[in-house]
């Protein structure tokens, strides 16, 4: 009982692990990976709903995008940081 109970669980850690590898491969399909490298000029990504950058009481209106900034650092695969403004 013991045996079958290892061979089925094998076999859904299998089919699992198969599954995983099915779904990786079509969201890597779909993914862009954007290399910047120090003193870029890049666009700050801003949500409407954790930003002071609002326009009146409609969030829809506010801007997604703000800067130019120049990228001072690069902190991870992914992260940079940049040179914003005091305000």
Same mark, same amino acid.
């Given at each position: 009982?013991?045996?079958?109970?290892?061979?089925q669980m094998r076999?859904?850690?299998?089919?699992?692990?198969?599954? $995983?590898?099915? $779904?990786?491969?079509?969201?890597?399909?779909?993914?862009?990976?954007?290399?910047?490298?120090?003193?870029?000029?890049?666009?700050?990504?801003?949500?409407?709903?954790?930003?002071?950058?609002?326009?009146?009481?409609?969030?829809?209106?506010?801007?997604?995008?703000?800067g130019l900034y120049?990228?001072?650092?690069?902190?991870?695969? $992914?992260?940079y940081e940049l040179?914003?403004?005091?305000?």
């Open positions: 009982m013991l045996e079958e109970m290892e061979s076999s859904i850690k299998k089919d699992i692990k198969a599954a $995983q590898d099915r $779904q990786k491969f079509y969201a890597d399909k779909k993914r862009l990976y954007r290399h910047f490298e120090e003193g870029d000029m890049v666009f700050l990504r801003v949500r409407p709903k954790r930003s002071s950058l609002t326009l009146g009481k409609y969030k829809k209106l506010s801007p997604r995008f703000c120049v990228i001072t650092k690069k902190v991870g695969e $992914q992260a040179l914003l403004p005091p305000n």
